[in-house]
């Protein structure tokens, strides 16, 4: 009878770890915040909330997983343990922080990702390396990430997107500043700041919301938050200017 017993519980634990590896993979985006701490304009919780939604609207059937962290070590130990699940697959991954030249950091220099280096991204991203859906889509918000210059431009994505192991998707970086006035100062409320400092930019941009809100705005419609666009599938590749925004919002179609 035990020895009966024993086996039913090998067969039972074999078909259930069959049944795990044959199911349909979970689609997970990722939303990496690096400057969670700094003493930005805005409360970065908010931002991030705001940042979600805006997601969840382009991918209604994606669990987003918040990586709310400023260290590279801790950046690749949460990744790993939600990477853990074989089954995950990325349809999203988007980081927050500040960059230039193909470089991202944040204020205190603890996150710091070379573009152009393959050594940084199997040192932070090495669980998520070839983890991507068909039609993914990977994007940054830094200022100055992608040079202006097209060739250039194509050289640096063609470079992320062989890291990434993306083989059928999108990526957008700015080659101008990214500024993101809307969501950090109108859309936010004086009583969500964390701090007196916050509270008190935000009481200034409301009392000179007839000055600052147009000047906010134009500086981050028509100055600020453009880029390029690259879609990848196989060895096809199409690359356009585009702006953060518009990125964000709408789900890029997979390049045909």
């Known amino acids: 009878m035990k020895n009966f017993l024993t086996i039913v519980i090998i067969f039972t634990t074999l078909f259930a770890n069959m049944a795990m590896a044959t199911g349909g993979p979970d689609h997970i985006g990722l939303i990496i915040d690096t400057t969670i701490d700094e003493h930005v304009t805005g409360n970065t919780n908010v931002s991030y ?14 669990s987003i997983y918040p990586i709310m962290e400023t260290k590279n070590e801790i950046i690749r130990n949460r990744l790993e343990d939600i990477m853990d699940n074989p089954n995950i697959v990325i349809d999203f991954l988007y980081i927050s922080s500040h960059g230039v030249n193909s470089f991202l950091i944040n204020q205190d ?37 992608s040079p202006k210059n097209r060739n250039q431009a194509h050289l640096l994505f063609k470079t992320i997107s062989k890291n990434f192991k993306l083989k059928a998707g999108s990526i957008y970086a700015n080659y101008t500043e990214g500024f993101q006035f809307t969501d950090a100062v109108i859309l936010q409320s004086i009583g969500e700041q964390p701090t007196r400092k916050h ?50 919002k709408i789900k890029t179609p997979i390049l045909e």
Request: aromatic share 20%; glycine share 8%; with cysteine.
């Open 49 to 62: 909330g705001i940042m979600e939604a805006r997601l969840e609207q382009q991918f209604p059937d994606t």
């Open 199 to 248: 509270r008190n930019k935000k009481l200034f941009f409301t009392l000179s919301a007839f000055v600052s809100y147009p000047l906010g705005l134009f500086y981050e419609k028509f100055l600020t938050n453009k880029g390029y666009l690259f879609r990848i599938n196989g060895d096809k590749w199409s690359m356009e200017k585009e702006n953060f925004f518009n990125v964000r």
């Open 109 to 145: 220099g603890e996150f710091a990702f070379h573009l152009d280096r393959e050594e940084d991204y199997k040192s932070i991203f090495g669980s998520a390396i070839g983890r991507f859906s068909k039609g993914a889509k990977i994007f940054f918000s830094g200022c100055s990430v």
